[in-house]
């Protein structure tokens, strides 16, 4: 569009310094950011002690063999592990490294699009369009997103190896495409989002790379595709199709043990189907108008038909005009179905999480429609040539505008209460958000802010189980216990595989209603989690000591016991407190005294008084030949 003062070599690397300078300006505020602590930053990192241990080996023998927070993506988990071998905790490293690798996949859009198709200007505000539009700062800023832009740093390199093998004719040609595979397979170990990037090649092939130059589509049978062609074209791809369709297997197995997939009986497929339609409508206002970005976007009850029907024409409108324009202008239909295909695995036909739809969704098939709009605002100033400085000013407006807009939308990134408030402010009847931002307030002493939030939140959508999990927590502690175990109750039941849910609701069981519906619900929680230390301790010191001898069961108590102490180093004075309990349950009194006596003394190192007293009881009480039985 401007014209190339410079040699071209020059200029590209004065344009990759621009986009890498004004890109780290624009989100270097979110150094100071805290982590996300509500949400996935627990999970994939402050919480997870494989993650914050650093770069181990059985960290990495984790990384690959774990189903973790319902994904496979072992690259994007030791990455989050090496940050934490140089950062610690610190959430500025790890906000720094998104930003390292956003600046990098910004740049290497530039250079492949560049040397794809020569249009320095065209391809450099594609790649700032991707560098700055305010729909990628969830991507970028949110530190448990690092899949996001691990994934795009892979993609851009297999894209960059691709063009390479196709432009090179001699045998080097073969070292490029295993070099592409290769990328493709380390994106996959990133984020299973970029599955559908052998169909991105296949488009590419099209245009810019003129490989279907003798497709046409015209219907008589003269003018027909090569069907050999088209063969020769998808053969090529089978290894990356192979790879794709490793990972999705890969992913819908992990997906489906984590629980992570929603019910056809929760989410009917017609519903799916219309929230697939409607993110599309929805997907495309967000590029062009940028406004009320949340975190979270609920899902609805229903829509409306009319909304149903126009998002229908708009797609089949838009689709019908790119296919009429495919010979004149084969960028709209590549840079349109990049654009839809890549959103397949996101669009909800498979639901995976409470959204409806997500910004970060748009951190790669965003770039289709970037293509689309620059190369047809270059064929526009073609046509016109007297709109070219016209042209030329509104997309320096659009820039400014994506800086600008950008930088707002940072600022809700600060914290866990700032974006959680925010996604609040500009979404209406956001059951999830509202739970996450009653976490918020609880967890800093807010609670009758955070009463009412999950009660809002229950209100909104009576089968969100973590907001009723949490209404009655936090009602329990208030002293409301008939309406926390209705709660609680209905939690557990929403949530039969969720351990948590099943022990905490054992926990109030015990304390305050029958020992046997305890015992259940500690069995159902380790029914979900076999290796949880509280609950294995908990069930066993009821099998033990429960006052009803058909409850009992000392053997079993020994084993649960035993296990707890184990997974706890036997370190915790409360886990061996319950293991002498069941020794001395099956007539094992010199071990019960040995064991209650190490307890005695941790706790006593631990400073826990009330522990100490409780041993020296128990210790007394196995001297004189006698078990523990609770009394109430």
Not at 327 to 352: E, S
Request: with cysteine; charged share 15%; hydrophobic share 50%.
């Amino acid at each position: 569009m401007l014209p190339a003062r410079l040699p071209r070599n020059q200029l590209s690397a004065v344009i990759c310094l621009w986009l890498a300078l004004v890109t780290a300006a624009l989100y270097w505020p979110m150094l100071h950011h805290e982590f996300i602590s509500y949400y996935d930053d627990a999970s994939y990192i402050t919480d997870n002690p494989h993650v914050n241990a650093g770069l181990t080996w059985s960290g990495v023998v984790w990384a690959f063999q774990s189903g973790y927070a319902a994904n496979w993506h072992p690259l994007t988990w030791l990455s989050h592990m090496l940050d934490c071998q140089l950062y610690g905790l610190s959430p500025a490293g790890h906000h720094f490294t998104n930003l390292l690798f956003h600046i990098a996949s910004t740049l290497l859009l530039f250079l492949w699009l560049n040397q794809l198709t020569q249009a320095v200007w065209r391809s450099a505000f594609v790649a700032a369009l991707f560098a700055w539009h305010p729909v990628h700062v969830e991507s970028v800023a949110w530190a448990a997103e690092r899949k996001d832009v691990l994934s795009a740093f892979f993609w851009m390199l297999a894209l960059l190896a691709y063009t390479s093998y196709v432009s090179h004719k001699s045998g080097r040609a073969s070292r490029f495409y295993i070099l592409s595979l290769f990328f493709f397979a380390c994106g996959l170990m990133s984020k299973p989002m970029v599955v559908t990037l052998p169909f991105v090649l296949l488009l590419l092939d099209y245009w810019p790379l003129g490989r279907f130059s003798r497709f046409t589509f015209h219907v008589s049978d003269s003018e027909k595709p090569s069907t050999s062609s088209v063969a020769r074209l998808i053969f090529e791809k089978l290894p990356f199709f192979t790879l794709s369709l490793a990972g999705s297997m890969i992913t819908y197995s992990v997906q489906q043990s984590g629980g992570a997939f929603w019910s056809s009986a929760v989410l009917p497929l017609p519903l799916r189907l219309e929230n697939a339609l409607m993110v599309y409508s929805r997907y495309l206002s967000k590029i062009f108008w940028p406004v009320d970005l949340a975190l979270i976007y609920p899902y609805p009850h229903r829509w409306p038909a009319i909304l149903l029907l126009c998002a229908a024409v708009m797609l089949a409108a838009w689709s019908a005009l790119f296919l009429w324009r495919v010979r004149r202008n084969p960028y709209l239909l590549t840079g349109w179905l990049w654009f839809l295909g890549t959103l397949v695995p996101t669009i909800g036909l498979v639901q995976v999480g409470v959204q409806s739809m997500a910004d970060r969704y748009l951190y790669l098939p965003g770039i289709g429609l970037f293509m689309a709009i620059a190369w047809g605002l270059n064929d526009f100033v073609q046509w016109l040539p007297q709109a070219r400085k016209m042209v030329i000013l509104a997309g320096m407006a659009a820039l400014a505008g994506c800086l600008l807009v950008t930088r707002v939308q940072l600022g809700y990134w600060q914290n866990s209460q700032t974006v959680f408030l925010h996604t609040v402010n500009v979404t209406t009847d956001n059951y999830a958000a509202c739970n996450f931002l009653g976490n918020v307030f609880e967890k800093t002493g807010r609670k009758d802010k955070a009463l009412f939030l999950y009660a809002e939140s229950v209100r909104i959508q009576p089968d969100f189980p973590m907001g009723q999990f949490n209404l009655g927590m936090l009602l329990l502690e208030n002293g409301r216990r008939e309406e926390a175990s209705n709660h609680l109750a209905i939690a557990a039941q929403l949530m039969p595989h969720h351990p948590e849910a099943q022990y905490d609701l054992g926990l109030f069981l015990r304390q305050y209603g029958s020992p046997a519906d305890a015992i259940g619900r500690f069995q159902a929680a380790l029914e979900a989690k076999a290796d949880f230390p509280e609950a294995l301790n908990d069930l066993a010191w009821l099998l033990a000591t429960v006052a009803d001898p058909k409850l009992r069961s000392g053997a079993e108590a020994v084993r649960l016991a035993q296990r707890a102490c184990e997974l706890t180093q036997h370190r915790q004075a409360a886990l061996l407190t319950t293991l002498s309990a069941a020794y001395a349950e099956t007539g094992r009194f010199p071990d019960a005294i040995a064991t209650i006596q190490k307890a005695r003394d941790l706790a006593l190192a631990a400073g826990q008084t009330n522990l100490v007293t409780q041993d020296e009881a128990l210790l007394k009480l196995y001297q004189s030949g006698n078990p523990y039985r609770e009394t109430h």
